[in-house]
T-cell receptor, first 115, second 115 residues
């Protein structure tokens, strides 16, 4: 069973469209994240949720809206897609966010291409 | 905020040769340090992590890393690499924000193992 699963894995869409990426973890973790990897492979955190509550929002444009219906799911909705949004988006989770150096488990990534 | 610097963007080596991928961290306080590997078109997988205790940390796939406080380094090593080790390697440090922890990544080192 995949611990952190994301769908879709590949997504090609036109500028201006709205799209969503879904993420689910079956590890019973309390904290979930979205990370973005750009074309130069640089990884940067976008959001962090702890038990459905937004904890970290790293100056991401408000076209990006995460939604956590329950602690096992964290979806990412992107409005009015731009060329610069083309990237790989990784969902991740960890047991809890209280500073114990817990391993963060990553999904396989969602490759978004905006044309 | 704590950060890491990966000193080499690309490291080419021949199969069965030893390799060292360099990582330096910025903080003078306690740190949690990680190495992740990303195989082509895949997600990130934890290789090893340092939280405390022994400064030599052994990970998966024959990799190890040594935490050196005086040099603020956490270099990754493998005595004999295989073609299958060709991948992108990321050093990361934990930062704490709003009661949650997040990984801050270096820019990655692309390891290419040639026959």
């Amino acid at each position: 069973d995949t611990a952190v699963s994301q769908t879709p894995k590949y997504l090609v869409t036109q500028m201006g469209n709205d799209k969503s990426i879904k993420c689910e973890q079956n590890l019973g973790h309390d904290t979930m994240y979205w990370y973005k990897q750009d074309s130069k492979k640089f990884l940067k955190i976008m959001f962090s949720y702890n038990n459905k509550e937004l904890i970290i929002n790293e100056t991401v444009p408000n076209r990006f809206s995460p939604k956590s219906p329950d602690k096992a799911h964290l979806n990412l909705h992107i409005n009015s897609l731009e060329l610069g949004d083309s990237a790989v988006y990784f969902c991740a989770s960890t047991p809890q966010g209280r500073g114990h150096g817990n391993t963060i488990y990553f999904g396989e990534g969602s490759w978004l291409t905006v044309v | 905020a704590q950060s890491v610097t990966q000193l080499d963007s690309q490291v080419p080596v021949f199969e069965e040769a030893p390799v060292e991928l360099r990582c330096n961290y910025s903080s003078s306080v306690s740190v949690y340090l990680f190495w992740y590997v990303q195989y082509p078109n895949q997600g990130l997988q934890l290789l090893l992590k340092y939280l405390s205790g022994s400064t030599l940390v052994k990970g998966i796939n024959g990799f190890e890393a040594e935490f050196n406080k005086s040099q603020t380094s956490f270099h990754l090593r493998k005595p004999s690499v295989h073609i299958s080790d060709t991948a992108e390697y990321f050093c990361a440090v934990t930062n704490f924000q709003g009661g949650s922890e997040k990984l801050v990544f270096g820019k990655g080192t692309k390891l290419t193992v040639n026959p």
